[in-house]
């Protein structure tokens, strides 16, 4: 399968900074990555799809002020969690589709937690 | 709208036996694909097996089976010969209809492989 990589795995950062977590595809070139968060013991939601040099597309009820998606090149997109508060605390995981399979790779996730 | 339910919250079962976890489906689009992911405590997202709906046949990878029931709209997961690493949560997913490719998922299950 394909391989997606996250980074940072885990961060701890206090109320109002802001957060970046960066999303890559090391196979291949993944024109569309995906945003998730899940709460402990809770599904995947769905947050935004990353367009490879377009706007992001957010799910209904996601900020996108708050949440700032950036996909630069084919290998890479940004999630920027601005003046993150308590409530922001997840587990953010990304994806890319595997061509030519359209299976869809997960990244290790990344977990958050402010304080 | 398309859905995926997955009604068993937890469940056990003993090692070295067979174990099958449910997941029904709901849309009216013909053609649709269905994936099982398997996510341990470390939070990685882990693909295990892919069916598609003109597929013929059920899908298997290993100890893995899909089986598949179009008319019921069921895709239950068969994990056989269960092992204690086999112990996590289960989602199943749908692949969106919006030809996006995102993901909708099931509720999960979270397996207990009891030694």
């Known amino acids: 399968g394909a391989v997606v990589s996250q980074h940072p795995s885990r961060v701890i950062c206090k109320s109002g900074t802001s957060v970046k977590i960066e999303c890559r595809s090391l196979d291949f070139q993944a024109t569309t990555m995906f945003w998730y968060r899940q709460f402990p013991k809770q599904s995947l939601m769905l947050m935004a799809t990353?367009?490879?040099?377009?706007?992001?597309?957010?799910e209904q009820g996601v900020e996108k002020d708050k949440f700032l998606i950036n996909h630069a090149s084919l290998t890479l997109s940004t999630l920027t969690v601005t003046s993150a508060h308590p409530e922001d605390s997840s587990f953010y995981i990304c994806?890319?589709?595997?061509?030519?399979?359209?299976?869809?790779?997960f990244g290790p996730g990344t977990r958050l937690t402010v304080l | 709208a398309q859905k995926i339910t997955q009604t068993q919250p937890g469940m056990f079962v003993q090692e070295k036996e067979a174990v099958t976890l449910d997941c029904t489906y709901d849309?009216?689009?013909?053609?649709?694909?269905l994936f099982w992911y398997k996510q341990p405590s470390s939070g990685e997202m882990i693909f295990l097996i892919y069916?598609?709906?003109?597929?013929?046949q059920n899908a298997t990878e290993g100890r893995y089976s899909l089986n598949f029931q179009k008319a019921r709209k069921s895709a239950n997961l068969v994990i056989s010969a269960s092992q204690l690493g086999d112990s996590a949560m289960y989602f199943c997913a749908m692949r969106d209809s919006s030809n996006t490719g995102k993901l909708i998922f099931g509720q999960g299950t979270t397996l207990q492989v009891k030694p």
């Open positions: 849309t009216s689009d013909p053609s649709y694909g």
């Open positions: 990353s367009n490879e040099g377009s706007k992001a597309t957010y």
């Open positions: 994806s890319s589709h595997g061509r030519p399979t359209d299976t869809q790779y």
């Open positions: 069916q598609g709906s003109y597929d013929q």
